[in-house]
C-alpha cells in the first residue's frame, strides 16, 4: 500500500503552480508576450558572470577528488569559513565556520532548522502573509504551524493576536523579512518587540523560543536600505539563507543555516544538522555549488530591475486607487482585491491575460500578489493593460 | 530546548567515520602513503573527461534560466527522458520520463522511496550485513528497520530467518546489490526465489510488498558479468540509483529512484515524491548536475582498478587463510576476522597501520570490511603488511 498521506496530496496542487500553468498554455495559444504573467516567483535577471567563471575554473583547475569527492556531512570547511567571514564583516557578528551548515537552498536550511529546535508535536508561529510551502517544511517534520493573522495596514507584525498566540507549546517563530508575498521588510522596531515578547515568554515558559528567519531576499532591498538582521537583535536566531535570488540560481539549491555565534549549543546544533541530513536523505548541497558560492558569496546578481519595476507599478497601482503597501524589498507586491472575494478578482483579470495570485493560500483572503521578477518593458506594456481591466471589470468604484 | 533525539545522536559517530578520522591523524604523524586506510567508500578514479566537459559546455551555452532556473520538482523532464531511454535499452523494460524522479543520490532516492511506499509504523526488511546508513535512512521516514541475520556461507539471502520475519507488518524490503559491505552480487536464483516469496505473502496478507534496491554499485560487476537488475523479476521494485560510484562524483549528490513501469500507480508514485520532497526540504538536484549526467548517463569512469584491486587482495586473503567469499562487484570485501571479537582484530590491525572497519554495525559480528578503492600501488604494497600482521599477532593458528 502506498502511502494515503502523500497519495491524497497529489490532489492538492498550489494554486501558484496552477496559473503558472495556465499562464504557460496561454501563452502557448496568444504568445506568451502576450501574458502577463505574475504568477511565479522566479528570478529573472541573469547569474553574474563571475558565477559562471567561478565553476569552470573550479572544473578546469580543482584536483577531481576535491571538486567530485564527498563533502564533509556539515558542508566543505572552507566554503563555511569564507560564508563565516563575509557574513560577520556585513552583519558585524562573530561567525565562525562552526556556526554554518550548508543546505539545500532555504527549504533545505529551514528543513533542518525547524528539526533541530522543535520536537513533534511543538508549535511553530508565523505571520500572515506567508510562504504557503511552510504547510509541509514544518508539519511534515512532526512539529505543527499556527498562522498569527495579518497586520494589514502596513504588514509589520499583529502583536497583539501574536502575543495571544505565543503559549507555552510555542517553541519556534518562522519570519520571513523582506516578506513573500507582502514585498514589505520589518522595521528595526518591530524586530525589537518581537525580540523583547521572546525574550519575556521565553523566561516566563523556562525554555527558549527561537527564531527561524527565512531570509532568501536579504540582497533584495529598496531606497538603499539595508536588511535589519534578525540575528542582531536576538542570539536564539537561526538564519536561513538561499543563494537562489542573489545570484539568480535557484535550479543550483544552495543555502546555509547561520546559528547566531552567541546561542547556547551553537556549535552543537549545527552538528546535530549534519544528524538531521542522514534521516532526510539529503546529505550535503553540491560540492561544485557549495566551491563556487564560496568565491562569489559577497557579489549578487544585477538586482535593480526589481526595485524599477516595484516603482512602475506601485505608481499604478496607487494611481488606479488601489490600498497597498510600499513594498521595501523582495519582487514582490500585495494590493487589496477590488472586491472582497481576491479568487473572483483574479479570475476576471485571467480574462484580461492578467495573471495574478489570490492570497487565501497565503493566509490573507482579499488580496493578491504579483510577482514582478519579469523584464520591465513587460511590466511597461502590462501598466494599461492593467488599467483597462479596473476600468472594464469595476467601472463604478 | 533543542530537539533530544538529534542532541543524542551527537554522541554517536560512526565507527567508520572514526577510523577514517583515525587515518587521517596517523596519515599526518608518519605520512599518509604508509597509512593502510581500508576505511571509507569513496570512489578514487577520476571522472570521466567527458562529464567535465559537459558541464564546460552546458555552462558556456544553455540559456541562463534554462541552466540556472528552478527544476521542476520531479526533476527536469529532458533529463529524465534520457535516463528512461537509457534505462530501457539497457534492462528492456518500458521505462517513459513519467517513471523516473530525480534525487540527491542514493541517500535522497530511499529518502524518497521509503516514504512512499510506507507509513509510520510500518517495516521494512534489510539483510546483514548491511549499510549502516540504513538505520536513519529508513527510521526517521517513521517505519521501522529489521535485520535478517546474515548468510555467512555465500552472504546471499538467509531465507529461512528472511520467511520468519516477513510477517503481515512488512511493507518493503530494501535490498543492495552488489553488496556494501560484502561486495558479493545476489545471483540470479536469489533474486527470483525473493521476487517468489513476496508475490506468495503479498497475496497472502493482501497488500504489495515492495522493493527497494540500492543500487549504486550497479556499474561495478566483475568477471565481465551483468547486475543482476531486481526490476527484471518483481514489477514492485523502486530502483535507487546514484552516479557517485559509476562517475566517480559522490560530491555533486545526484541520482534518482525508477519505479517499474508495470507497477501499479508507478507513475502516481513518482509524484508522491515530490509532495515528499516539499516535507523534507528537498527541492531536486542541482539543475546544472541533473543536465550533466543526462549526457552522460551511459558513460562510467574506468572501474576496472576496483576489480585488479579486489583479485590482489582476494588471492592474498586466501593464501593467508582467511574465510572470505570472493567479492562479483562494489570495492568491497569481507573476511571473517582471525578472532571471534573483530573489534579487537582491528585494532591489532591498527598497530600496523591497517585501517579495516569491524562489522559489528554492519550487523554481521565477526567479520569486517576492507574497502580498496585506493590506488593498485598502495594496495600491493599494504599485502606484505597484512601478511606480516597476521603472522605476529595470530602466530599459532
Not at 19 to 29: I, K, Y
Not at 40 to 69: K, W, Y
Not at 181 to 198: M, N
Not at 253 to 274: L, N, Q, S, W
Amino acid at each position: 500500500m502506498i502511502n494515503r498521506k502523500y497519495r491524497e496530496m497529489l490532489n492538492g496542487k498550489s494554486v501558484i503552480r496552477q496559473l503558472s500553468e495556465f499562464a504557460t498554455a496561454r501563452g502557448a495559444e496568444i504568445g506568451y508576450e502576450n501574458v502577463f504573467d505574475f504568477s511565479l516567483g522566479n528570478p529573472s535577471v541573469p547569474v553574474p558572470q563571475e558565477f559562471n567563471d567561478t565553476m569552470i575554473r573550479l572544473i578546469n583547475e580543482a584536483a577531481p577528488t576535491d571538486l567530485h569527492g564527498y563533502s564533509q556531512s556539515l558542508g566543505i570547511p572552507a566554503v563555511r569559513a569564507k560564508i563565516a567571514t563575509s557574513l560577520s564583516k556585513r552583519f558585524g557578528l562573530p561567525y565562525t565556520a562552526d556556526h554554518i551548515f550548508m543546505a539545500s537552498g532555504a527549504a533545505g536550511a529551514i528543513a533542518h532548522a525547524v528539526r533541530c529546535v522543535t520536537e513533534p508535536g511543538d508549535e511553530v508561529l508565523t505571520f500572515a502573509p506567508y510562504f504557503p510551502e511552510y504547510n509541509p517544511y514544518i508539519n511534515h517534520s512532526g512539529a505543527v504551524l499556527k498562522v498569527v493573522p495579518p497586520n494589514t495596514k502596513d504588514f509589520q507584525i499583529n502583536f497583539e493576536a501574536f502575543r495571544e498566540m505565543l503559549t507555552e507549546k510555542v517553541m519556534a517563530v518562522l519570519i520571513n523579512t523582506p516578506n513573500n508575498p507582502s514585498g514589505v521588510a520589518y522595521s528595526e522596531e518591530t524586530v525589537k518587540k518581537l525580540a523583547e515578547i521572546l525574550t519575556e515568554k521565553s523566561e516566563e515558559y523556562g525554555h527558549e523560543i527561537y527564531i527561524i528567519s527565512d531570509e532568501p531576499y536579504r540582497e533584495i532591498t529598496f531606497d538603499n536600505k539595508e536588511i535589519v538582521y534578525p540575528s542582531k537583535f536576538y542570539k536564539y536566531t537561526l538564519s536561513c539563507y538561499s543563494f537562489s535570488k542573489s545570484l539568480s540560481i535557484p535550479g543550483q539549491r544552495i543555502g546555509y543555516v547561520a546559528i547566531h555565534p552567541e546561542c547556547p549549543d551553537a556549535k552543537d546544533m549545527v552538528v546535530m544538522c549534519g544528524q538531521i541530513s542522514r534521516g532526510i536523505g539529503h546529505n550535503c548541497p553540491t560540492a561544485l555549488i557549495q566551491l563556487a558560492v564560496a568565491d562569489t558569496c559577497d557579489l549578487t546578481a544585477d538586482l535593480s530591475v526589481y526595485e524599477t519595476n516595484m516603482n512602475l507599478i506601485y505608481d499604478e497601482l496607487k494611481d488606479l486607487g488601489f490600498e497597498v503597501v510600499r513594498p521595501g524589498g523582495t519582487f514582490y507586491i500585495f494590493p487589496k482585491a477590488l472586491e472582497e472575494d481576491a479568487k473572483a478578482f483574479c479570475e476576471k483579470a485571467l480574462k484580461h491575460d492578467l495573471v495574478f495570485v489570490p492570497a487565501d493560500s497565503f493566509g490573507c483572503p482579499g488580496y493578491f500578489r504579483m510577482a514582478y521578477c519579469i523584464e520591465t518593458e513587460k511590466v511597461k506594456r502590462a501598466l494599461p493593460v492593467i488599467r483597462k481591466f479596473v476600468e472594464t471589470e469595476y467601472p463604478n468604484r
